[in-house]
């Protein structure tokens, strides 16, 4: 709070070269908060006084209305704008774009060099979610004929601009990826040996058409900063970092969180977003919902008579309903972010279903003696009555568990996104099973 007063206060002293030097006692992405802390108007100015490196640097930190906002009030000043794309990594550049309109973007293409456009027009020729959009085509690459003296001197002629120097790549001629070298390897090599004597030709590469979800479990297995990035014949075309993965793993996972709370994925932060979009977001998944809830009215109208009968049996609807939608919740949830992390595949279907029927045979006993001693002492001593109950619930935990874990693996191989399966479609099935188990035991015990 204190840099933020003494940020300020130099602004509205207009000591820009005080501001200037100030600014440089922080790291960039505590200028980025600094930025985002501030008005619209002080942002402005905070950002037309860093330099063009660092401004470059603080960008990328930005959230995307921050940098549109930026962008659109320097948009007056062509140069600092075509500066400012132009020095922008590749990747970062194509992340700003793809959240702008069309026709903004391609205004702000004709702002970038010949070269940087080219970049640009290509990586934003990829599908929209594949790694060809997140690559950068900004890498340092040698010949397996390199020796590590060449090679070194060739990192410090053209490995300014590259995105990371921690691994160096070995091309043929025709650029096919050779080999990925660590230039922890390369330094402590004899300087006359070759490239090709301490290569292994063993390395792992994305492909730049595959979905960026690959490029997600590639980091999460080898882990590694960077990985090369090859078209389908092997030629290398750029690298992914994983900074760029961790900010797709932070986008996916609110993606999936929106959808296991019935929501319509969107991007936009919470408080930037309209109150109409917000609830076009919603509506259609609660009217499904509701729509779906019809199923359970019919369930318990078609059981009027007994209810009549037995009027104390609708006191634990909503309890059986409940345990039994958060059962399935959580069955569904440890095996959607088993899927996501690669721990559970389609062929463990059978091995799901096994392991779930027997924790929700343990959860029911635990849950249903519980259970049966509750009830036996609130309904004075009607033992029938808490054997009813006890065993509904005892099925209905065994059934959501069981539901709760096939689901989203059924999701999967139909092609549709498992967080879609998780608790609200979950639950909506669960309450009808539970009610129509519980009825049926209350019919066969109590004869109603």
Not at 4 to 14: G, M, Q, T, V, Y
Not at 309 to 326: D, E, K, R, Y
Not at 379 to 403: E, G, H
């Amino acid at each position: 709070m204190n840099n933020i007063s003494a940020i300020r206060s130099l602004i509205d002293e207009k000591d820009w070269i005080s501001l200037k030097k100030e600014l440089n006692n922080f790291e960039p992405f505590q200028v980025a908060d600094i930025i985002e802390s501030l008005p619209q108007a002080e942002q402005v100015i905070l950002f037309r006084v860093l330099s063009r490196e660092l401004a470059k640097v603080i960008f990328s930190h930005l959230s995307r209305d921050q940098q549109k906002g930026i962008v659109e009030s320097i948009a007056s000043n062509i140069s600092q704008v075509s500066d400012l794309l132009n020095d922008l990594d590749p990747d970062d550049r194509t992340a700003f774009f793809e959240e702008l309109p069309g026709e903004v973007t391609q205004r702000l293409l004709q702002m970038l060099s010949f070269k940087e456009r080219e970049k640009a027009i290509k990586l934003l020729g990829y599908p929209k979610e594949s790694i060809g959009r997140l690559m950068t085509p900004e890498y340092v690459a040698v010949r397996a004929n390199f020796t590590v003296h060449q090679t070194l001197e060739h990192i410090r002629k053209f490995g300014r601009d590259s995105e990371t120097l921690n691994v160096i790549y070995v091309v043929d001629n025709n650029w096919k990826l050779i080999d990925d070298i660590r230039i922890r390897d390369i330094i402590l090599a004899p300087p006359l040996q070759t490239i090709g004597e301490i290569s292994d030709n063993r390395f792992v590469a994305l492909n730049a058409f595959d979905d960026r979800e690959v490029a997600v479990k590639a980091f999460q297995d080898n882990d590694r900063i960077a990985l090369p990035v090859t078209d389908t014949d092997g030629t290398l075309l750029g690298i992914v970092t994983v900074d760029d993965v961790i900010d797709i793993i932070q986008m996916e996972t609110t993606e999936d969180f929106q959808k296991m709370s019935a929501l319509a994925p969107s991007h936009e932060p919470y408080l930037n977003t309209g109150v109409f979009i917000l609830a076009k977001n919603r509506i259609l998944w609660l009217m499904l919902l509701m729509l779906s809830a019809t199923i359970t009215g019919y369930i318990i109208s078609s059981f009027e008579d007994g209810l009549a009968v037995l009027p104390s049996l609708i006191a634990f609807i909503p309890m059986l309903m409940g345990t039994g939608g958060n059962a399935g919740a959580q069955a569904s949830t440890l095996i959607i972010r088993g899927m996501a992390v690669g721990e559970v595949h389609l062929k463990d279907v059978f091995k799901v279903v096994w392991k779930e029927i027997r924790v929700g045979a343990l959860c029911g006993f635990a849950l249903g003696t519980v259970n049966f001693l509750r009830v036996l002492l609130w309904n004075q001593q009607n033992a029938l009555l808490s054997l009813v109950v006890t065993l509904s619930l005892f099925c209905t935990i065994l059934i959501a568990k069981t539901i709760g874990g096939l689901l989203p693996i059924l999701a999967k191989k139909m092609k549709i996104d498992p967080a879609i399966m998780a608790a609200p479609l979950i639950t909506t099935t669960v309450d009808a099973t539970s009610l129509i188990v519980y009825f049926a035991i209350a019919k066969a015990l109590l004869g109603i």
